[in-house]
């Protein structure tokens, strides 16, 4: 089992910033292949970004490519979201996820996932 904890999100205004943090517990995750998703009202539930076990493979969706980027300590079981030129269309509960093996995009083939937390950019 692993138990899945994200913070940081908030309100901010469109070209600011904001990190993600997501905190693992119970099996460690340094051997999960982790991921953020994101669901904004009335959307589907989409991927952002992931990141393989060492932290050495990172994937993003072509939507966040060159603002976001993804990282990991293992060390403290914590994986987190720099998230940079924030736009008002990157609103939405921001969902931290774990699998095992390689990274996909399918959110189906992620075994466990956080509550989520709420990023607002205002135009």
């Known amino acids: 089992q692993v138990q899945l904890v994200e913070s940081g999100g908030g309100l901010v205004q469109a070209g600011g910033s904001l990190r993600l943090a997501c905190a693992a517990s119970?099996?460690?995750?340094?051997?999960?292949?982790m991921a953020w998703f994101r669901q904004a009202p009335g959307k589907e539930r989409e991927f952002v970004s992931a990141i393989s076990t060492t932290g050495g493979t990172t994937y993003y969706a072509d939507t966040v490519k060159g603002r976001f980027t993804i990282s990991r300590d293992n060390a403290k079981n914590t994986i987190y979201l720099q998230m940079n030129s924030l736009k008002p269309e990157d609103s939405a509960v921001y969902y931290c996820a774990a699998k095992l093996l390689g990274i996909e995009v399918n959110l189906a083939r992620y075994y466990y996932w956080g509550q989520g937390t709420q990023v607002t950019v205002s135009s």
């Open positions: 119970g099996r460690t995750a340094g051997g999960d292949t």
